[in-house]
């Protein structure tokens, strides 16, 4: 279950056992399902993160969260509310976005889609903000920050972890969360997905097909 990319991080030897039992004390619903718990990190390995998007927990609504930040399985409709502004800033910044909710083409291109928690009960968002899981997300940060990398940083959340990124030629763009709560509060209008591709290629390197 450990991805085998990231296993010689510290937090699978200190504290991945701990949460595990936890999670398995569980008497609630845990989201995603265990196999997809590290689905993010499974699909986009250290040497292939270009860009981290970073989100906080899993959606908390049976059927949604599949172990990527702000991503549902293509059959989902409607798309939560987070994800329908995701997609209509990527409309005016460029012009398209994807056919359905499945953000799995970005982490193929080495978008790592990360949450900072990677589990929650079932209808109560934040519900295990306090399991450690945030450990991990650090020391992801830290990881490929060893290189240059693009880094979208959606909501204070997120941004209580820039410390982790280490010094370098990277493009850190730190907004409000796309959550209807906040998302006109700074989200709307940044336009990260152009400036990403901007980044990448004045790096020399291909843009992210962010429509598809």
Known sequence: MIPAAWAHL??????WPRIAAAL????????????????????TPPAAVRVVILGQDPYPTPGHAHGL??????????????????????????????????LRPWARQG???????????????GGHARLGWQRLAEEVLAEVSQRPC??????????????HIRAGEHLVIETAHPSPLSAR????????????NAWLGARGEAPIRWAG
């Not at 509060?185 to 336009?191: A, I, K, V």
């Open 10 to 15: 510290p937090f699978f030897a200190r504290d």
């Open 24 to 43: 398995a004390a569980e008497t609630r619903l845990v989201l995603p399902p265990a196999p997809a718990r590290f689905a993010a990190l499974d699909l």
């Open 69 to 102: 930040a702000f991503s549902v399985e293509p059959d989902v409709r409607p798309l939560p509310r987070s994800l329908r502004n995701i997609f209509a800033e990527m409309t005016d910044d460029l012009g398209a976005c994807p056919a359905t909710g499945d």
């Open 111 to 125: 978008v790592l889609l990360l949450n900072t928690c990677l589990t929650v009960p079932a209808g109560e968002a």
């Open 150 to 163: 693009a880094f979208l940083l959606w909501g204070g959340q997120a941004q209580t972890l820039r410390g």
């Open 185 to 196: 509060r700074g989200f709307l209008g940044s336009r990260p997905f152009g400036r990403v």
